[in-house]
Nanobody
Framework: QVQLVESGGGSVQAGGSLRLSCAVS????????MGWFRQAPGKEREGVAALYTDDRSTYYADAVKGRFTVAQDNAKNTVYLQMNSLKPEDTAMYYCAARSAPSVCTTEFQQPAKYSYWGQGTQVTVSS
């Protein structure tokens, strides 16, 4: 079992930055794909980034490439999503998710159904 807790959300003006954190507890020693998703009201949940814990390979959706960076801190069992140059369309609830299958990262990281564990989410609001 794995527990995920997100933090770091908030309100920011367009062009600003936020860093989201996803604290991982439980079985922290398994290799897994750690994904970041977001869901705006009335829209489907979309994958924005993922990281494979073994080799730190990272994957990004086109909408955030060049602006968002996903990274991990093994000592703190935490995965981060650094978000720069934020836009109003980035406004959403952000979730982290985990799955113990590297293939999820390489070919399916944007598919919510492929993940086994989810956090409760943290709200990001970007004003223009």
């Amino acid at each position: 079992q794995v527990q995920l807790v997100e933090s770091g959300g908030g309100s920011v003006q367009a062009g600003g930055s936020l860093r989201l954190s996803c604290a991982v507890s439980g079985n922290t020693h398994s290799s897994r794909c750690m994904g970041w998703f977001r869901q705006a009201p009335g829209k489907e949940r979309e994958g924005v980034a993922a990281l494979y814990t073994d080799d730190r390979s990272t994957y990004y959706a086109d909408a955030v490439k060049g602006r968002f960076t996903v990274a991990q801190d093994n000592a703190k069992n935490t995965v981060y999503l650094q978000m720069n140059s934020l836009k109003p369309e980035d406004t959403a609830m952000y979730y982290c998710a985990a799955r113990s299958a590297p293939s999820v990262c390489t070919t399916e990281f944007q598919q919510p159904a492929k993940y086994s564990y989810w956090g409760q989410g943290t709200q990001v609001t970007v004003s223009s």
